[in-house]
């Protein structure tokens, strides 16, 4: 399947900064990429589905304003959180759609901690 | 709205033994369903699916059986495995999984030596 990384990992920033999320496809050019939102033993939440060259679409009640999406190549979105409140403390995850030896599921990124204090 | 549930969260079985996860959903428009797999600070991985025209499908010791007229779906796992202990969630889609994905809460299955 598709190999999805996510920069970085784990991040702590204090409330009011912007934090930035990359995820990139490694062997797979996405023209369609998803975000999500994991709170603690929660569902996994679609945030946006970010498209290559477009705007993102995002679902409803999450800000677009607050959280910015840029997926400027076929192997690159980033997930901008900005002036970020301690209720915005998640694990962000993305994911790639299709790809690989499959095109029908999503192929996940391993996950960012977001802990804002 | 939670369109697709899993009402244990949690679930313990023997290793050896065969572990049954549940999965209900309510939205007729999903016609495409999937089982994923997730360890503590992992993304999701994808362990099988099965779409609505089916009611089983089979891949070594998973076995994903769906009922649409009860909208209801379950993973079998046998025999289980303590590398099988995680958290299972089900997911849905209404075109090939492609699409926007709707998740369940997630059942932790621990798996006993």
């Known amino acids: 399947g598709a190999v999805v990384s996510q920069h970085p990992s784990r991040v702590i920033c204090k409330s009011g900064t912007s934090v930035k999320i990359e995820c990139r496809s490694l062997?797979?050019?996405?023209?369609?990429m998803f975000w999500y939102r994991q709170f603690p033993k929660k569902s996994l939440m679609l945030m946006a589905t970010?498209?290559?060259?477009?705007?993102?679409?995002?679902e409803q009640g999450v800000e677009k304003d607050k959280f910015l999406i840029n997926h400027a190549s076929l192997t690159l979105s980033t997930l901008t959180v900005t002036s970020a409140h301690p209720e915005d403390s998640s694990f962000y995850i993305c994911?790639?759609?299709?790809?690989?030896?499959?095109?029908?599921?999503?192929?996940f990124g391993p996950g960012t901690r977001l802990t804002v204090l | 709205d939670q369109q697709v549930k899993q009402n244990s969260p949690s679930l313990s079985v023997q290793e050896g033994r065969i572990s049954i996860l549940n999965c209900d959903y309510t939205?007729?428009?999903?016609?495409?369903f999937l089982w994923y797999k997730k360890y503590p600070a992992e993304g999701p991985t994808f362990l099988i699916s099965?779409?609505?025209?089916?009611d089983k499908n089979e891949d070594g010791r998973f076995t994903v059986f769906l009922n649409k007229s009860a909208k209801h779906l379950s993973l079998h796992i046998v025999p289980s495995q303590p590398g099988d202990s995680a958290v299972y969630f089900c997911?849905?889609?209404?075109?090939?999984?492609?699409?926007?994905?709707?998740f369940g809460t997630g059942t932790r299955l621990t798996i006993i030596p």
């Open positions: 994911s790639v759609g299709g790809g690989g030896a499959r095109t029908d599921t999503q192929y």
């Open positions: 062997d797979f050019q996405a023209t369609t």
């Open positions: 970010s498209n290559e060259g477009s705007k993102a679409t995002y």
């Open positions: 939205n007729s428009m999903f016609d495409y």
């Open positions: 099965i779409s609505s025209i089916k």
């Open positions: 997911a849905a889609s209404a075109n090939f999984g492609n699409e926007k994905l709707t």
